[in-house]
Nanobody, 121 residues
Framework: QEQFVESGGGLVQPGGSLRLSCVASGFTVDYLAIGWFRQAPGKEREGIACSSSSGAKYYSDSVKGRFTVFRDRARNTGYLQMTSLKPEDTAVYYC???????????????WGQGTQVTVSS
C-alpha cells in the first residue's frame, strides 16, 4: 500500500518549534510533489505548504516565513519545520503527494495518517 507515515507532532508552547516527518512507504517521492495540510477543529482541511520534485517550495500566507518544507531523498522522507508557532497553528497535520495551495494545485493522494500539533501555554 502506498502511503505516508507521519511523526513529530506534540504539545509546544507559543513561539516554539516542531519538525514533522513524513516517510513514504511503498513508493518513492523523487518525482512527486509533497504537500502539507492541516485541519483545525471545526474547520476544513487546508493546504499550507508543498515542495515540488524540482525543489520549488510554496507556502500559504498563514505560514510563510515561519514554516519550511524540505526533503531527504535518501530517506524517502519529507519534512515540515515549524517555528514561531502560534495557538492558531493548532491542528491535525497531514502530508500527501501533490500540492493543495490555490496558487499551486496538484491533486493530493497517498495521505498520511495525520499528527496532532497543539500550541498552548
Amino acid at each position: 500500500q502506498e502511503q505516508f507515515v507521519e511523526s513529530g507532532g506534540g504539545l509546544v508552547q507559543p513561539g516554539g518549534s516542531l519538525r514533522l516527518s513524513c516517510v513514504a512507504s511503498g513508493f518513492t517521492v523523487d518525482y512527486l510533489a509533497i504537500g502539507w495540510f492541516r485541519q483545525a477543529p471545526g474547520k476544513e482541511r487546508e493546504g499550507i505548504a508543498c515542495s515540488s520534485s524540482s525543489g520549488a517550495k510554496y507556502y500559504s500566507d498563514s505560514v510563510k516565513g515561519r514554516f519550511t518544507v524540505f526533503r531527504d531523498r535518501a530517506r524517502n522522507t519529507g519534512y515540515l519545520q515549524m517555528t514561531s508557532l502560534k495557538p492558531e497553528d493548532t491542528a491535525v497535520y497531514y502530508c500527501a503527494t501533490g500540492c493543495g495551495l490555490d496558487s499551486h494545485w496538484i491533486l493530493p493522494s497517498r495521505w498520511g495518517q495525520g499528527t496532532q500539533v497543539t500550541v498552548s501555554s
